[in-house]
Nanobody
Framework: QVQLVESGGGPVQAGGSLGLSCADS????????MAWFRQAPGKEREFVAA???????NYADSVKGRFTISRDNAKNTVSLQMNSLRPEDTAVYYC?????????WGQGTQVTVSS
């Protein structure tokens, strides 16, 4: 069973930085694809970044060059460093894992970027 717990959200001013972290309680973290999604009010949940493995990452065009996803397989954590934040980055951010063919979601953490 996989449980994902996010931390690190909060308010920040435009142009600022914020880091999110997600702890995975599962036993197959190193073989899991880890990702971050976000959902803004009135919008559908959208892909932000993914780390299929420690050496592979991919990003949505809207965050490329500003956000960095990283993982620590020894600690079962995945992080999202967000720089140059914009008001349009305001959303609830969700940690996502694909483990043994199943999808898992964290409870979400709010990020609010003020102009």
């Amino acid at each position: 069973q996989v449980q994902l717990v996010e931390s690190g959200g909060g308010p920040v001013q435009a142009g600022g930085s914020l880091g999110l972290s997600c702890a995975d309680s599962g036993r197959t973290f190193s073989r899991s694809t880890m990702a971050w999604f976000r959902q803004a009010p009135g919008k559908e949940r959208e892909f932000v970044a993914a780390s299929p493995s420690a050496s592979d990452t991919n990003y949505a065009d809207s965050v490329k060059g500003r956000f960095t996803i990283s993982r620590d397989n020894a600690k079962n954590t995945v992080s999202l460093q967000m720089n140059s934040l914009r008001p349009e980055d305001t959303a609830v951010y969700y940690c996502h894992a694909i483990s043994s063919g199943r999808n898992y979601w964290g409870q979400g953490t709010q990020v609010t970027v003020s102009s």
